[in-house]
Every structure is written in structure tokens, then in C-alpha cells.
């Protein structure tokens, strides 16, 4: 046998076995436990030494492994709750019950390091009992009892005074003042630890309180914020109390709170007060946006986009902001244009869409840098250029205008001065707003029209430039947009060819000269706009010109058609007149007539019409240019500026001008009339080609879904009316295209 000199307590061996009875083995472990109680007290005692740890894990172990009915696996189970409960009854509560604020903290954490200390201690001489007693009957273990005594011993008692003295120290940190982070963390993780591998403590007993009370703290700041401040000094300290809030998450509260307190403080900060912060008068969203305030722009993005839908109120405010600075343009060129003293027909129109290009750059700025190319603000841009870009000005529509800047730009000798660099970049910004247009088929026949002009009068400053505008218009709409304007380009080319092969011919066959210089453009009828071709009686010199000219192109091709358009054409004719010889330069039936004064010094205006077989219109227009407008070349009688069917006119022989070569100009012709006939016309054919594309792969369609489908097919070029879509409908039915379900007539049926 051997004894220990501490305890005098006898230990068996696998040798030699005595039975130790339950008040000797409890009375030698109730001795290592007062040692153990006065150490985690801080009292006056020594360590425990090695020999002393194995006497008191041994003693448990031989009183677990006797047999029955000395096996005391049971009563020990038992006691070892009861040692803890002690302890906790005698020692931690009442050191507890008197503290408040931060020293009630402060021994709350010092208790439950104890209590973990004593745990781990405890554990340790019941080790056995826990391994194998515990393990065998299903019974919580060890640490979990002792988790558990404290849970419901102390923390249940105090936790509500534990709670409120965190939330006080966290609003005072809140306000400024300096807190002891560390102990903070501590308290909290008690919170966390109490729920033994759960959350719910955490939450119910501390997190739900302090979401509560940080909510109410943020209802008073931003209740008295809102009168004082600016929208932009509450949104920095939003933002600031924001990041703080975040801080404190990853300072001492659990990482799970960051979502749930975020939400909480955004919403008594910015979405209870969202109307009132975003639209103040003086310093709202508008404000911001007109003084380009980027940075506050930027900040209130950042903080409302992390809010459900709070990006919306924003994006409804900008894209009125945006509709109203568009609206004052339009509204300003309406009034200039109305204003008699306006300088220059259409050049104030056409500035404003320079102006309008500007501000969508301006503001789609705003959408990529300020508000992170978020869809919802872009398209509230989308939408508010939409209004803007289909707005009327000054009778014409946006098209119209963009259409008459392009071709101002464009031209030769046109008010754009710039390097071909800038002159790039406007037609750039320009070409960008055509997707916000409805009706583009309108653009692109006005557009047409003018390059028609530009290339087929050589009025067109650079080829190159007129190619990287095509291709920025089919980079916005489509390979079909272009592709008749593209057409019209390689026709130019292929027509200089032509000249080239023309000029070839009459060097070798010089009998076929005409005896004048003679340029003849063949354009392909498919691309170029429809001009009227008028069988105009032209003069023997002319004539002789288009004689030789169709010999020349029927050794080219045998199975294309010639059709003149003498609309198009230009002459230069030289005029003798008294007091010098001065060349002219007139369009074809400009000079058909002039040269009807060869023969005779005066003609009335029937016989005139009677010999060019011109129509009424077009005449007028010619006899207008040559006898009322700047040069008259003719005298007309009576002497007023309008032309009649019993007008005379005579060769003015007395005429001359400080140049020797002039252009006179015909009277220009509104084509815009014309031009939304054959948009019109080319929609109905449109719509016609798409409700039957439909029809030919569904076979049988609902006839709303049938006009849906067709709307979705045409958006891109037109913004198609329905009523129009439902009477072409109607129209294919009636050409036997389609037909109605006898039995539903709500079904619509392809006829194959």
C-alpha cells in the first residue's frame, strides 16, 4: 500500500484491491474541491501539484469501478452538478447582485471565465465518469452540465441587467465618448455562448433588444437631422453612422447582426424620411442633379442602393429632372423660332439638338459614374430622352432636326468648320440619340433624302466621313437600316466607273459627240428615293445629249431600262446678255426653258407649258426662280411676284451681275409632306410582311397575341399604332391571307 502524504487517503492497486466507501471517497474529493474554490476565489492557497491531480482523478476512477453496490457512478454524476450549484449559489450570484453598469460587466465576465476555469478542472477529475458512465446511459456530458448550471443560475438571472448595461455603453460610444471594446466583446460572446451551439440566446436575450433600441436612437437623430440639415449633410451622416454601425459589428458584436442592424438604421435614416431628404427644395435630389453635385449624387446612390427598391424614388426624380431641363430647350427653340428677329431659318433647331446631344452625354454621365450604370437609372434616362426626342419643335419633328444637323455637318462649306476629329465626335453624340426616336423609318427616309442630295450634287465634304456616319447608324439600328443608304454610296462609285467607260466611248466613236460635256449619273432604282419622271419635251441640244448616252449604255447591258430624272440634273448654259456674257448654272428644266428663248424673244406661259409638257407645280416653281426671285433673267408681265396661267414673259437682254458665273437656285420644296406618305406607306407594307412572318410559323394565333407579337417585331424601327396593326389584320383577312375560327372568333388562321 501506498500513502499519500496530503490526504491520507489509500489507493489500490490492480494487485491488491480494498473497497473505498462513499463518505471516505466524497470526503477526499470535497477537500480538492474547497482547494479548488478558494484558488478561483484568489484566496491564499498553493497549486495543485501533479501528484495531487492523479490522487483525485484515481479516487473518481476507483469509485466509478468498483462493483456493485460500490460502483458510485450515479452519486457522482449527482454531485458533480451539486458542486457546481454550490459554488454558483455561495460565491458567484452574490458577488453579482450588488454591481451595476460596467462593474456589473466586468465580474459578469470575470464569473464566467471562472466558472469555464472550474469546468475545465472539474472535467478533468470526472474524466472517467465523463468517458464512460456518461457516454454508456446518453446523459449530457460533463461541460455541458456545467454550461448549463451557469445558463440557469446566473445568466438567467442577470442577463436583462447585462443587456441593458451593453446597450447603455454602446449608445455612449454612439455619442462620442471612448468604451472598453474588449469587455464589450466579451459580454457578447457570453450571449453566444449561452445558446451552446445556437443562436437563439444571442438573439432573443440581447440582439432583438439592441436592434430595438438602435432603432429608436436613429428615429431621434433623424427626426431632429431632417429640420437642420441639408439633404446632403444627412446623407454624409448617414453614411458616416452607417460605417460606424458596421465598425461595431466587427468590433464586439456577432458577425450575424451586421445584415439586421444595417437594415434597421437605413430605415429610420433614410427610408422613413426618403420623400422629405430627396426632395427638399433647396438642397433635394433635383438640386443636386442641377448644381452637378457628383460626389452627393454619388453617396446618395451608394446608400440607397442598398435599400429594397429605394433607388426608385431617385430614378423617378431624375428622369423628371432630366425631362424638364429637356422640355426648357425645346421650349426656348420654339420661342426663338416664333420670335420674328430670329437669326437664320432652322439653325436655332438645329442647335438644340446639339444641345439635347450634350445633355444626354451630361447625364449618361451622371448614370454610369454616379449611379454605377444601374439598370433602373438607365432606364430612367431611356425613358426621359424618349419624351425628349419625340417632342415637335417649331412644326418639325426631332427626326427632321437630327436629320438637318447631319446634313448641315455633312455638307460642303456647311456651318461645321471644325477638324474632321470634332466634326466625328458631334455626329457621334448625335447619332446617339436616334434609338430614343419612335418612328426611326422617318429618320431614315429624311435622311435618305438628304444624302441622296449631298452625293448626287457633290455637296458632301469628305466620303470617309459620310461612310463612318453610315456605319455609326447601322451600329445603333441594324445592318437594314443602311442598307439602302449603303447602296446609294456604292452606286456614287459605280457611277464614276461609268463616266470613266462614258468618256472612254466618245474618245473612240468621235462621230457620237454631242458637241457639249455631257456627265450622266446611272443610280439603281431600289436604293435611291422615288423621284418623279415627267416626260419633259426636252430642246434638240439636250435631246441629242440623251441619244448618245443610251447608245453608249446599251453596250453595256441589254436587259436594264434607262428612266431620266430631269428633276436631278444641272446645266451650265451661257447667257449673252447686253452688257457681258454670264455663265449660268440651272437645273435641266431651268434650262429646257431658257433655251426656248433661242427661238423667240417672248412667250406666254400656256405656250411654254405647252412646248416643256411640264406640270403646273413644277413650272411655277421654274418661272418663279427665273423672272420674281434674286435674278431675273426674264421679264414677267404684269410685273408682280406671282406667276398665272396669262403671264408673258420676255428674254431680259438688260440683265448682268458684278459675277460672271451664277447658280440659280429653284424655290426649295417642303418634302416633308411627301416623305411622311411614303413612311406611312412603307409601314403599312411593313406590318403587313410581319403579321403574315407570324401567322406563317404559328398557323393559328389569339388575335391579342397576334398584335403583341407584331409590336415586339416592329419597336425597333416604328412604334407601330395598334389601331393601324388590327386594320391591316383585318385587310389580310380580307385578301384571304388569314381567316377568323368559325368556332372562336378570337383565333386567327394562316391561309397557306
Same mark, same amino acid.
Given at each position: ?6 490526504? $491520507?487517503? *489509500?489507493?489500490? +492497486? ?12 466524497? !470526503? ?56 457546481? !450549484? ?27 471565465? +471562472? ?19 456518461? =457516454? ?9 452540465? $456545467? ?43 457570453? *450571449? ?13 436575450? *440581447? ?33 458616416? =453612422? ?41 438642397? /433635394? ?5 442641377? !448644381? ?96 425628349? =426626342? ?29 477638324? !474632321? ?57 441594324? /445592318? ?20 470613266? $467607260? ?12 454631242? /458637241? ?40 453595256? &447591258? ?7 430624272? *430631269? ?20 437645273? +435641266? ?9 433661242? +427661238? ?47 403671264? &408673258? %414673259? ?5 440683265? &448682268? ?60 424601327? %416604328? ?34
Amino acid at each position: 500500500m501506498a500513502r499519500d502524504s496530503g490526504y $491520507g487517503i *489509500f489507493v489500490t +492497486t490492480k494487485t491488491e484491491l480494498e473497497v473505498i466507501e462513499w463518505d471516505q471517497g466524497w !470526503d477526499y474529493m470535497q477537500k480538492g474541491f474547497t482547494k479548488l474554490k478558494r484558488i478561483l476565489e484568489g484566496l491564499s492557497e498553493s497549486q495543485f501539484t501533479s501528484e495531487e491531480n492523479m490522487m483525485l482523478y484515481t479516487t473518481i476512477y476507483n469509485m466509478c469501478t468498483q462493483k456493485p453496490p460500490y460502483d458510485y457512478s450515479w452519486q457522482l454524476y449527482d454531485k458533480y452538478r451539486e458542486v457546481l !450549484d454550490e459554488y454558483i449559489t455561495s460565491a458567484v450570484l452574490p458577488s453579482l447582485r450588488n454591481k451595476h453598469d460596467e462593474f456589473l460587466l466586468l465580474e459578469f465576465v470575470k464569473r464566467w471565465e +471562472t466558472h469555464k476555469v472550474m469546468v475545465r478542472w472539474l472535467s478533468f477529475f470526472f474524466n472517467y465518469l465523463d468517458r464512460f458512465f456518461v =457516454c454508456r446511459r446518453s446523459l449530457p456530458r460533463l461541460r455541458e452540465v $456545467g454550461l448549463t448550471r451557469f445558463r440557469d443560475l446566473i445568466y438567467r438571472v442577470v442577463k436583462a441587467s447585462v443587456r441593458v448595461a451593453v446597450i447603455a455603453i454602446i449608445n455612449k460610444e454612439r455619442e462620442g465618448e471612448q468604451i472598453d471594446l474588449a469587455l464589450l466583446k466579451n459580454v457578447i460572446n457570453i *450571449f453566444v455562448e449561452m445558446g451552446m451551439g445556437q443562436m437563439d440566446a444571442y438573439e432573443e436575450d *440581447f440582439e432583438a433588444h439592441m436592434l430595438e433600441d438602435a432603432a429608436e436612437y436613429y428615429s431621434r437623430k433623424a427626426s431632429s437631422w431632417i429640420l437642420e440639415d441639408s439633404s446632403p449633410d444627412y446623407i454624409f451622416k448617414a453614411e458616416e =453612422c452607417l460605417r460606424r454601425e458596421r465598425d461595431r459589428v466587427s468590433q464586439y458584436l456577432h458577425s450575424s447582426s451586421e445584415q439586421k442592424l444595417m437594415e434597421k438604421v437605413q430605415f429610420e435614416l433614410l427610408v422613413v424620411y426618403s420623400a422629405p431628404l430627396l426632395e427638399k427644395d433647396l438642397s /433635394g435630389c433635383r438640386a443636386l442633379l442641377r !448644381d452637378d453635385q457628383v460626389e452627393d449624387l454619388s453617396r446618395m446612390y451608394r446608400l440607397y442602393n442598398k435599400i429594397p427598391r429605394g433607388l426608385e424614388p431617385i430614378a423617378r426624380l431624375f428622369r423628371e429632372h432630366v425631362i424638364a431641363e429637356g422640355i426648357t430647350l425645346v421650349q426656348q427653340t420654339e420661342n426663338s423660332a416664333n420670335d420674328q428677329s430670329s437669326n437664320g431659318s432652322g439653325m436655332r433647331e438645329q442647335v438644340l439638338v446639339k444641345e439635347i446631344a450634350e445633355l444626354h452625354d451630361k447625364y449618361m454621365a451622371y448614370v454610369s459614374d454616379c449611379f454605377m450604370n444601374h439598370s433602373l437609372l438607365r432606364r430612367a434616362s431611356k425613358e426621359a430622352f424618349e419624351v425628349i =426626342c419625340n417632342k415637335t419643335v417649331a412644326g418639325s419633328s426631332f427626326a427632321e432636326l437630327l436629320v438637318a444637323l447631319c446634313d448641315n455637318i455633312l455638307k460642303t462649306g456647311g456651318h461645321e468648320k471644325s477638324s !474632321d476629329e470634332a466634326i466625328e465626335e458631334t455626329l457621334e453624340k448625335v447619332v446617339k440619340l436616334l434609338p430614343y426616336i419612335s418612328d426611326k423609318n422617318l429618320f431614315a427616309e429624311f435622311y435618305r433624302k438628304k444624302l441622296a442630295r449631298r452625293l448626287l450634287f457633290n455637296q458632301s465634304a469628305n466620303e470617309d466621313l459620310e461612310k463612318s456616319t453610315l456605319a455609326k447608324l447601322k451600329q445603333q439600328c441594324g /445592318g437594314q437600316f443602311t442598307s439602302k443608304m449603303e447602296g446609294m454610296v456604292t452606286d456614287l462609285t459605280l457611277a464614276r466607273e461609268n463616266r470613266t $467607260g462614258f468618256e472612254e466611248y466618245l474618245h473612240s466613236n468621235p462621230i457620237e459627240n454631242p /458637241g457639249m460635256d455631257l456627265t450622266v449619273t446611272v443610280l439603281t432604282t431600289g436604293f435611291w428615293p422615288s423621284y418623279k419622271s415627267f416626260d419633259l419635251n426636252l430642246p434638240a441640244e439636250l435631246v441629242k445629249c440623251v441619244e448618245v448616252f443610251k447608245g453608249f449604255y446599251e453596250t453595256k &447591258t441589254k436587259n436594264r431600262k434607262l428612266t431620266w430624272i *430631269f428633276s436631278l440634273g444641272t446645266c451650265n448654259i451661257v447667257g449673252k446678255f447686253e452688257p457681258k456674257v454670264i455663265e449660268l448654272v440651272v437645273s +435641266t428644266y431651268q434650262a429646257a426653258l431658257l433655251l426656248l428663248f433661242n +427661238t423667240a424673244d417672248r412667250w406666254s406661259y400656256s405656250e411654254i407649258f405647252t412646248q416643256l409638257n411640264l406640270n403646273h407645280d413644277d413650272l411655277v416653281r421654274v418661272l418663279h426662280s427665273l423672272s420674281c426671285a434674286k435674278y431675273k433673267i426674264l421679264v414677267k408681265e404684269p410685273n408682280t411676284n406671282t406667276v398665272l396661267p396669262n403671264d &408673258t %414673259f420676255e428674254f431680259n437682254s438688260k440683265f &448682268t451681275h458684278r459675277m460672271r458665273r451664277i447658280k440659280i437656285p429653284l424655290p426649295p420644296v417642303d418634302e416633308t409632306k411627301e416623305v411622311i406618305e411614303d413612311v406611312d406607306k412603307d409601314k403599312r407594307y411593313a406590318i403587313d410582311a410581319a403579321v403574315v412572318r407570324i401567322m406563317k410559323s404559328r398557323k393559328v394565333l389569339r388575335h391579342h397575341e397576334l398584335v403583341v407579337e407584331c409590336v415586339k417585331q416592329l419597336e425597333n424601327m %416604328f412604334k407601330p399604332d395598334i389601331r393601324a396593326i388590327k386594320k391591316r389584320i383585318e385587310d389580310l383577312i380580307t385578301r384571304d391571307y388569314l381567316e377568323r375560327d368559325k368556332e372562336n372568333l378570337n383565333m386567327i388562321r394562316y391561309l397557306a
